[in-house]
């Protein structure tokens, strides 16, 4: 199924099977051993991992292959109907009382038939990183360490956000900023019931802490914050001005414990529940695991020349 070499599932030449696993978040790298033994033997490695989520449910890893099978536009692009190749799978699945399934969004999910434990229903607990994503998330904290907030922004956080399945993310720029009541990013996700959720996200380059008069401050945060989440955005999808639902202080440094604390004491408890912080820590190792693919310092140069002075429309 992986391979293609099942006329149901779309055909996946060596380079295809290595972009596939790399969907995935894994690094294995097809060469030139033959493509169903070496697929056969990597299923079998992800296989004996534990599930960190339920022990009803095959490991994490093998979740995400399976799910990733199922991707539409693989289906789209090789003409093959996605039902006909679920039920085969169902059939093998079978076997292990469990059940593949298409959410609203058509997304594959696993469920155990016994049990009734759901994979889309559990937390996606975050796997030790491998060599090749150490090497990366030591790359991009290299690259952190010199870039500009609009770097940060349009380098890494739009193809972040884009990878974990946000739609229409879109960084105001750095002549827009003052427009955007406080947003530097926005974008939607669609929920598995097809409703849309709208976030913001206000990025900052240094440190955010309690004190100082820097535009990393917290106080001048919280002003910031408070205008994202009471001014609408306009979705070009709708035509409609919508409310946000959440809002991400992003740091490409620390945000510190007593800046948490303070932002949060000064919200309203209807505000507090919007903000979902992002420090350099964190966003390091899950960016690891979904930009490996991303040449920063080869890209950098053309990068620079494609502001909006340069843009011919």
Known sequence: MVTGDNDLFPYRSSWYITKFFSRCGLPFKHSRETRRIWVYDRLVELNVGNSASNQDLPSA????????????????????????????????????GLAAYLDASQ????????????????????RPLSQEEIAQRQSLAKFLDSATEDEFTERLL?????????????ATGHKEKTLEFGKDLWMKFQLPTG????????????????????????????????????????????????????LYLISAGEITRSARQWLIT????????????????EFLDHSARILLDLRLEQERDIFENIFDDTVPF
């Open 61 to 96: 890893d093998l979740q995400r292959v399976i799910s990733e099978i199922f991707d539409g536009d693989d289906f789209e692009a090789a003409l093959k109907e996605l039902q006909p190749a679920l039920d085969d799978m169902n059939r093998l699945l079978k076997r292990s």
């Open 107 to 126: 997304r594959c999910h696993l469920k155990n038939t016994g049990s009734g434990v759901n994979s889309a229903l559990l937390s996606n607990q975050p």
């Open 158 to 170: 739009v193809p972040f956000f884009q990878r974990l399945g946000f739609h229409r993310v879109s």
């Open 195 to 246: 409703h849309w959720i709208y976030f913001c996200a206000q990025v900052k380059r240094n440190k955010v802490d309690a004190g100082g008069a820097s535009g990393s401050n917290v106080a001048t945060i919280l002003n910031q914050a408070r205008m994202a989440i009471d001014h609408p955005i306009f979705d070009p999808d709708t035509n409609k001005q919508v409310l946000l639902d959440h």
């Open 266 to 281: 000064q919200l309203d408890s209807g505000q507090r529940r919007h903000i979902i912080f992002m420090d350099r820590d």
